[in-house]
């Protein structure tokens, strides 16, 4: 059975920073795209950061550009989101999420998802 377990999330202060972790199983994470989403109240989930496999095709949203950064870490089969001067608006559920992929191109919708993990960033 493939597995996303993520862990990292807490409560910190804005300006602080986090690192979120997806331990995958079941599934070879360099096969998939892979991508952080975000589910905050009141907003429908978003995606955060993508990954297709190395990191020149990472992708962010604009409003987490240059302070996130997502790492596929193949060797360790865990995704990574680091998190940067953090801010209030950045919190939420974050979840991680896989899909298939074929060479460059990412497939249909995301097949897998994990749990999630809570951020929480006070002003």
């Known amino acids: 059975a493939v597995q996303l377990g993520e862990s990292g999330g807490g409560s910190v202060e804005a300006g602080g920073s986090l690192r979120l972790s997806c331990v995958v199983s079941g599934l070879v994470i360099s096969d998939y795209c892979m991508a952080w989403r975000r589910q905050s109240p009141g907003k429908e989930r978003e995606e955060v950061a993508s990954?297709?496999?190395?990191?020149?095709?990472?992708k962010y949203t604009n409003s987490v550009k240059g302070r996130f950064a997502i790492i596929k870490a193949t060797a360790e089969n865990t995704l990574y989101l680091h998190m940067n001067s953090l801010k209030p608006e950045d919190s939420g559920m974050y979840y991680c999420?896989?899909?298939?992929?074929?060479?460059?191109?990412?497939?249909?919708?995301?097949?897998?998802w994990g749990q999630g993990t809570q951020v929480t960033v006070s002003s």
């Open positions: 999420a896989a899909r298939e992929r074929r060479r460059n191109y990412c497939l249909g919708q995301y097949e897998y």
């Open positions: 990954i297709v496999h190395s990191d020149l095709t990472a």
